[in-house]
């Protein structure tokens, strides 16, 4: 068949052609590829990887924050306060949200707790939220049209980090700017609400690991993408951690959030390798997937992390398993409702408003296991007291 | 059969480089893991086959098999004996969709590719609304079974793909794969020739619809709730059914060979997977090997006494 | 079944601007019942805003369709060429020029590269452009893991600026409207595009090298993209890596087409068209995010008016002789 050969050859030219000119001259660095090889299987660190906000957020795990111990969503680690008398102003107030998305499950329990925390307020007057459906240009033209319908204050969760922050530098000089969850890169936002944030998350896992998994023990770490800056905090903690360590990485995988491709990967490691002897991962909603290979396979699962989701912590709970679940609280999704009536009230807020974010442990799990709860609910939502509890969020009142 | 060809000397070459790699991959255990992996792809490709050899394309099973596995977790919530009704219902609504997407395109005579995008559309909103946006409820373990279990060392997905995939060449054996391969291939002259032409095609978009009830039920089985379960596939089907030498326009290609196609693509992301080609350049490899094996097989096609002109359209 | 009729153009454009223009009447009286209003300044903006990247992609996979072809590598080609964009721009003013040089340079490429798959190695366009969708995807995503590049503040105001109620971005929309109905309505390449996508056998008979016009309506209808590309670029002032696939632009481009009228054959359909369909749906957008719909509904609506306008130009075309 000289036909299709020549044909071959003549698309692997055209393709080769096409990478080439597809490389811009100042390229950046290919980030944590697969290839290079150091002691313990981690890789190259990430280029997202920032050494003092490590070390900043890995201190804050220890320390007390400041404000009402049983609403964590009102508290702040070390905060540094700022007068903000400049935006008082008399109610009703309307509030604007320029939301990311609510594609998936973290972002629709915590949707529902904003929703749920604005009807407690009757200071506010009316409360407009659009959402970008994932869309950095769809998000840029949202907050321009919702400066145009005269909020008092405007919320945003960005869908990016570095494309976001032209349009919110726009708006801060009209209105006083709320930022939460993922940042942007100017300080001209009022307040700046998060939790410890993601090296926290990842050091916090990967230590657990340390701990629980014998010397020499091969680690398999399974990750969502590359390239999303709130993941490759958490698996550069990570590394940093398992490069100190005595743990062997096996493998790095990428999983896309999907459990069916998850739990392929696993049983091709368990194959491969005979025993894994820990799971580390970037994000708790494939983690169930990740611990039914191991049944499927009739091993024991090992030490394994997840988030707080009901299904991994009913998981967690019936198998009995060596498991730590760190979060990233969905109860951050009321805090930019309480710093907006703050800001407009006049009051102080933190700068950076560093929320807790307490993880999981064998001993707290009962604390946080709701069987009436959906399996994907994140049990950090700090919405059991507020109204339409557990409907709203899909539960059974029990 | 001789499209085939192609298709099966590139799944060969695969299949020796993922042993050369991984020598338990011959063993039994090995290559029926491999098939239970297959397995939903490859009923998918035997479903979508039905509808491209009709001349037309199903865009809308990925979204189906999604809204099915969030209907059944929604439906069942853990509840056992819920189990078999809600399997039945959700056979029924694969025949459903499969039906309303059929009936728009051959009575309202809009292009399937634009029936099957708009029914994508409504599926992955309507599912999504019922349930709030996030999946809810569980599924039970007699559902999870399918997808996870097996009878002795054999998975059931491997069992039910035996008996699908020998059902599918039953079919196109009899008349109907006849009047289907006829409609597929000249609608007009089918019709001139008594063919119920609008009849065979609605009944192959239900095979479609009924192809992604089943492989919702096995990947939903396999791995539980999840609101990605079915992203993509449309794609992955219709590419493993153009793989196996299948044409787009219809007329053309054996079930058996777009079949190979879904196992052949399984094997390639297998292989890909096993060589640690670096996650991103996967998706590279992968079209390459696509738009090659597939122009392999369609240079030859002049060779052939009629040669089949307008291959190049979208749709007809 | 493709009619050598070629059917004027116009038709299901003036239908669909009628209807355009109902959903905007519609859509005040929905909003104004809500308290608000529907056409202030800003939402006018917003719509053009909203519209012009999907309208240029639009516009050069109409192109595509009409020769009888389509294209899905369109929003990896919009990733890809935001990142080349952004990259050599590097923040630069003088840089621009060299710029989108590139990007027209790899657009075209890679048109050129989606044509020849088709016309010589005799792949579907469907599978053609997946597979070239694929290779773009893996090339990006292997060099690139979030937004890079800069884009200096003067190239910006093709993203940003506007001229009272018009945007620039709207402009070089309309621009490439019009390049596009002048090339279809006034130039040979215009009247073969519809020849070959009416009836590929007839072209080549009456004398018409097929394959070189697909190949041509494939590089223009890259080009395109590379332009929306830069587009999305001057609106985020970085190169973004998903920018194309989070806007759908492949399969949303597609829609707009066939819901202007353009047969998803070929060969038959315009420009107009499509201007109507990318406006409709931006329309149609801008009255969710006034009532703030959730997307799920906004999916089944769109879902739903796109086959419903495709069986109604069904129908009409159904009535006429065959």
């Given at each position: 068949m000289p036909r299709p050969k020549a044909a071959i050859a003549v698309l692997a030219a055209l393709v080769l052609t096409g990478c080439t000119t597809d490389k811009p001259t100042a390229a950046t660095e290919p980030a944590a590829s697969a290839a290079s090889t150091q002691d313990s299987g981690t890789g190259a660190q990430s280029k997202f990887f920032v050494q003092a906000d490590f070390d900043a957020q890995l201190a804050m795990r220890s320390q007390t924050p400041e404000g009402p111990e049983d609403r964590p969503w009102e508290q702040a680690i070390a905060p540094k306060m700022i007068d903000t008398a400049q935006y008082k102003k008399d109610g009703p107030y309307h509030l604007c949200f320029s939301n990311a998305a609510i594609d998936n499950p973290w972002r629709q329990v915590g949707w529902k707790t904003m929703q749920a925390e604005v009807g407690l307020h009757e200071e506010i007057g009316?409360?407009?939220?659009?959402?970008?459906?994932?869309?950095?240009?769809?998000?840029?033209?949202?907050?321009?049209?919702?400066?145009?319908?005269?909020?008092?204050?405007?919320?945003?969760?960005?869908?990016?980090?570095?494309?976001?922050?032209?349009?919110?530098?726009?708006?801060?000089?009209?209105?006083?700017?709320?930022?939460?969850?993922?940042?942007?890169?100017?300080?001209?936002?009022?307040?700046?609400?998060?939790?410890?944030g993601g090296y926290a998350f990842g050091a916090d896992a990967a230590e657990f690991l340390t701990e629980k998994v014998p010397a020499g023990g091969k680690v398999l770490a399974l990750r969502i993408l590359p390239g999303v800056d709130v993941l490759e905090t958490r698996w550069s903690a990570a590394k940093v951690v398992f490069d100190q360590s005595d743990l062997q990485v096996v493998g790095v995988e990428f999983t896309d959030g999907d459990a069916a491709k998850t739990k392929?990967?696993?049983?091709?490691?368990?194959?491969?390798?005979?025993?894994?002897?820990?799971?580390?991962?970037?994000?708790?909603a494939t983690a169930v997937a990740a611990i039914e290979a191991f049944e499927d396979a009739g091993l024991p699962v090992p030490p394994i992390n997840g988030e707080d989701q009901q299904d991994f912590l009913q998981k967690w709970k019936d198998a009995g398993l060596t498991a730590v679940a760190p979060t990233y609280p969905t109860y951050q999704w009321r805090t930019p409702i309480i710093a907006a009536l703050r800001i407009l009230g006049g009051e102080q807020v933190p700068e950076t408003w560093n929320l807790p974010q307490p993880k999981v442990t064998g001993e707290t799990l009962g604390d946080y296991l709701q069987p009436d709860m959906p399996p994907l609910h994140y049990a950090l939502c700090g919405c059991e007291d507020l109204p339409g509890f557990p409907e709203a969020w899909g539960g059974k009142k029990s | 059969m001789r499209r085939a060809l192609p298709v099966l000397a590139v799944l060969a070459a695969l299949l020796t480089a993922i042993a050369l790699v991984n020598p338990h991959f011959l063993e039994p255990a090995g290559f029926l893991a491999f098939l239970k992996r297959a397995a939903p792809l490859v009923i998918l490709a035997a479903g979508q086959y039905f509808v491209i050899v009709s001349g037309e394309f199903d865009l809308s099973v990925g979204s189906l098999v999604t809204a099915e596995v969030v209907i059944a977790a929604r439906l069942i919530d853990g509840d056992e004996s819920a189990t078999w009704p809600v399997l039945a219902l959700l056979i029924a609504a694969g025949l459903l969709v499969g039906l309303v997407n059929g009936v728009v395109t051959t009575k309202m005579r809009v292009p399937s590719f634009i029936v099957t995008l708009g029914m994508l559309l409504v599926l992955s909103g309507a599912v999504f609304l019922w349930t709030g946006g996030a999946p809810r409820g569980a599924l039970s373990e007699g559902f999870r079974v399918f997808g996870r279990g097996g009878l002795g060392p054999v998975p059931w997905s491997v069992l039910i793909l035996v008996v699908l995939g020998a059902a599918a060449i039953r079919l196109m054996r009899a008349d109907f794969g006849k009047t289907l391969m006829a409609a597929g291939d000249n609608e007009r002259a089918a019709a001139l020739s008594g063919v119920r032409v609008d009849r065979v095609k609605i009944f192959a978009f239900m095979l479609s619809g009924l192809a992604a009830a089943v492989a919702a039920i096995l990947l939903g089985g396999f791995a539980g709730v999840s609101a990605q379960v079915g992203q993509g596939l449309e794609f992955s089907a219709i590419t493993a059914v153009v793989l196996g030498g299948v044409t787009l326009g219809g007329g053309r290609g054996s079930v058996p060979a777009a079949m190979a196609g879904a196992v052949t693509l399984e094997a390639l992301f297998t292989l890909l997977n096993l060589y640690g080609v670096s996650g991103a350049l996967e998706f590279t490899v992968q079209g390459v090997i696509i738009i090659a094996a597939i122009a392999a097989g369609a240079v030859r096609l002049p060779r052939k006494p009629t040669p089949r002109t307008g291959d190049a359209h979208a749709a007809s | 079944m493709h009619l050598l009729t070629r059917a004027r153009p116009r038709d299901p454009a003036q239908v669909l601007f009628l209807a355009l223009l109902g959903l905007v009447a519609a859509g005040w009286a929905l909003v104004a019942l809500d308290g608000g209003q529907f056409l202030t300044l800003e939402s006018v903006v917003g719509i053009q805003q909203r519209s012009a990247a999907l309208g240029i992609v639009a516009i050069g996979q109409t192109l595509a369709i009409l020769a009888g072809s389509l294209d899905l590598s369109v929003a990896y080609l919009i990733s890809l060429t935001s990142l080349v964009a952004a990259e050599i721009m590097a923040g630069q003013d003088g840089n621009i020029g060299q710029a989108v040089a590139a990007v027209l340079a790899v657009s075209a490429l890679v048109g050129l590269v989606n044509?020849?798959?088709?016309?010589?190695?005799?792949?579907?366009?469907?599978?053609?452009?997946?597979?070239?969708?694929?290779?773009?995807?893996?090339?990006v995503d292997h060099l690139y893991d979030g937004p890079a590049g800069a884009v200096p503040e003067s190239f910006q105001v093709l993203g940003y600026s506007r001229i009272g109620p018009v945007p620039v971005s709207a402009l070089l929309w309309a621009g490439v409207a019009v390049a596009a109905w002048f090339l279809l309505s006034r130039t040979r390449l215009g009247y073969r595009i519809y020849a070959v996508g009416g009836n590929e056998e007839v072209a080549r008979l009456s004398g018409?090298?097929?394959?070189?016009?697909?190949?041509?309506?494939?590089?223009?209808?890259?080009?395109?993209?590379?332009?929306?590309?830069?587009?999305?670029?001057?609106?985020?002032?970085?190169?973004?890596?998903?920018?194309?696939?989070?806007?759908?632009?492949?399969?949303?481009?597609?829609?707009?087409v066939v819901l202007g009228g353009t047969a998803l054959a070929g060969g038959k359909g315009g420009v107009a068209g499509t201007v109507a369909g990318v406006l409709l749906l931006a329309v149609l957008d801008t009255l969710f995010n006034q009532l703030e719909v959730n997307s799920f509904v906004k999916d089944v609506v769109r879902g739903v008016v796109i086959v419903v306008a495709v069986a109604v130009y069904a129908r009409r075309t159904q009535g006429r002789p065959a």
């Open positions: 009316k409360f407009t939220a659009l959402d970008a459906e994932g869309k950095d240009d769809k998000q840029i033209s949202d907050i321009a049209e919702l400066q145009a319908k005269g909020c008092d204050a405007l919320i945003v969760s960005p869908n990016t980090t570095a494309t976001l922050t032209p349009a919110v530098t726009a708006a801060c000089e009209k209105v006083p700017v709320i930022v939460f969850d993922r940042g942007v890169e100017t300080d001209c936002p009022v307040t700046f609400i998060k939790p410890i392929n990967i696993v049983s091709d490691y368990i194959q491969r390798h005979g025993k894994i002897d820990g799971v580390w991962m970037d994000a708790g | - | 044509g020849l798959v088709i016309t010589g190695l005799r792949v579907h366009a469907f599978i053609a452009t997946l597979g070239v969708a694929l290779i773009i995807k893996g090339v018409i090298r097929t394959g070189r016009v697909i190949v041509l309506a494939h590089v223009l209808c890259s080009v395109c993209a590379g332009v929306a590309g830069l587009l999305l670029a001057s609106r985020l002032g970085a190169g973004a890596p998903t920018v194309g696939t989070d806007g759908g632009y492949d399969l949303e481009s597609i829609a707009a």
